[in-house]
């Protein structure tokens, strides 16, 4: 089989899922709709943003002049602290069921500057960045009744982005996420199984074949997985097996800031815009020991064909299985050939 010309699908060990790799359909003309992006350089500081220093928010509260990264709870938290650990399964049949879902949501910015990124920010303030993360994952983690601390950050207007301000989340939540606890489960049968971890292993295999390997330092790597469904889709992968943010050692934080950097920027060389995305963090969960979990990041970027063509999730991807036609090589390639500082 010819995985650069012929149909085919994909496993994805980390999720049980496949995803479906159409490389003949590259060529096809694209009669999708063109957004328009805003281009507009943004000033330092805006008046009107809610995130800048000294600014009030919705709430009525002002924030502080703070220095470097700044956290606070969410002003339209989607989770409150003290839902009720309930469950309804209607006649026991599961078929109607709900459960109480409690958790603590915060906002953290990444800099006062309005007008930086992940990407622009000097190695420093990226390092206070992953400082604060494993701050607030340590104190969210350990807080009663969370099991999962997520952090992610949604980059841009089409990812529905609010705000430009240089912001992530932080979702404590009293159960573990759909996405993860699907990973928590294949990595612990991956370990039963072979007695190694999903991920270390994986990894060797990625380092032996190098095709789709896009950057890496001595602490991460970064590679277009094997089975990536979005078009530009990496994961960074600790290279040291460990399960969250406080167990780094040594530089791995600065090696996790600088990779951050380099793998961004390579985006926003992409298609010569500032790469929408969602990005976020995987972690074991808070509670338990947790020998199967390897630390990674996802970033899934929706831009297709340019800074304005993306891809849609829809029809076939709905209702049988995501899909993908330029193949997760030829994407690593592209990315590969766009990164400065190569080490
Ligand atoms: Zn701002
Ligand atoms: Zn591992
Ligand atoms: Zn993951």
């Known amino acids: 089989m010819d995985l650069k010309e012929q149909s085919h699908r994909r496993f994805n060990p980390l999720t049980d899922e496949w995803v479906l790799v159409s490389p003949h359909r590259t060529q096809r003309p694209w009669l999708g709709a063109i957004e328009k992006l805003s281009h507009v350089a943004r000033p330092a500081y805006d008046p009107t943003c809610y995130l800048c220093p000294g600014n009030s928010r919705a709430c009525g509260v002002h924030n502080p002049q703070y220095q470097s990264t700044f956290v606070f709870e969410n002003d339209f938290a989607a989770l409150k602290k003290n839902a009720p650990a309930a469950r309804i399964d209607v006649q026991d049949k599961g078929l109607i069921v709900a459960e109480g879902e409690s958790g603590i949501c915060r906002v953290m910015c990444f800099s006062p500057r309005h007008d930086l990124t992940l990407s622009s920010m000097e190695q420093p303030g990226i390092e206070e960045v992953v400082r604060t993360w494993t701050s607030q994952f340590t104190e969210l983690g350990a807080a009663s009744g969370i099991s999962h601390v997520q952090i992610f950050e949604n980059r841009g207007e089409m990812m529905g982005a609010s705000n430009p301000h240089p912001h992530c989340q932080i979702w404590a939540t009293s159960s573990v996420p759909q996405a993860p606890a699907h990973e928590l489960s294949a990595q612990q049968k991956y370990l039963q199984k072979h007695g190694n971890c999903l991920l270390c292993d ?112 829809v029809g076939f991807e709905m209702l049988g299985t995501p899909q993908r036609d330029i193949t997760p090589e030829l994407a690593a390639e592209k990315l590969r050939s766009l990164v400065t500082d190569k080490k």
């Open 202 to 313: 994986y990894l060797k295999l990625e380092e032996n074949e190098k095709s789709r390997i896009v950057v890496s330092n001595e602490g991460f790597v970064v590679l277009v997985p094997f089975w990536a469904v979005w078009p530009f889709e990496v994961l960074v992968c600790s290279r040291r097996h460990m399960g969250t943010l406080p167990e780094f050692k040594g530089r791995e934080a600065s090696q996790l800031a600088a990779i951050l950097k380099q793998i961004i920027s390579t985006y926003d060389r992409v298609f010569e815009v500032a790469f929408p995305y969602s990005m976020g963090f995987h972690q074991s969960p808070a509670k338990g020991d947790h020998p199967e979990w390897h630390f990674h990041a996802h970033f899934y970027p929706p831009l297709l064909r340019s800074s304005t063509v993306r891809k849609f999730m």
